[in-house]
């Protein structure tokens, strides 16, 4: 069935990292530093790391002074990328059973899922990290 898209607490979190390792003066942030200042817990945003240094939004230093840097320019990177990289691809289904044929003459959400689901694709498409610095 599908489902009304919703951001987890994962993808939460992943586009609120990228922004403050973007909004760091060098550039990098260390799990301890985004946990302090998320609140999240560290195992977690260690996970959410893994993901986004796997899609190439970051990269990961050790060391004391490691930490994580963007990978790309904030300008280069979308909310929907961000997204897209802990959840997966965003899917546009027109019927929220995902049925080809209905029962009915018209649809009963009529298209609500499917309209809702585009518009949050496109705002998260359309903002790029650059703008929330």
């Known amino acids: ?21 973007a909004r760091s003066e060098n550039n990098n942030m260390n799990v301890n530093k ?8 560290r195992n977690h945003i260690a996970k959410v790391m893994q993901r986004l240094v796997k899609f190439n939004f970051v990269k990961s230093t050790r060391g004391p002074s490691g930490g ?7 300008s280069e ?3 929907l990328n961000i997204y897209e ?3 997966g691809e965003m899917a546009l289904a027109d019927c ?4 080809n044929i209905c029962p009915f003459d018209k649809c009963l959400m009529n298209g609500i899922v499917h309209r809702m689901t585009d518009e949050f694709r496109e705002y998260f498409k359309s903002q790029k990290l650059s703008e929330l610095l």
């Not at 993808?11 to 609120?16: D, L, Y």
């Not at 994580?68 to 904030?74: H, Q, R, T, V, W």
């Open 77 to 79: 990177i979308s909310l």
């Open 85 to 87: 990289a802990i959840e």
């Open 34 to 41: 985004l946990s302090e200042l998320t609140g999240a817990s």
């Open 1 to 21: 069935m599908s489902r009304i898209v919703g951001i987890s607490e994962a993808a939460s979190i992943a586009i609120h990292v990228m922004v403050l390792i």
């Open 68 to 74: 994580f840097i963007l990978s790309k320019a904030p």
């Open 96 to 99: 929220p059973f995902d049925k």
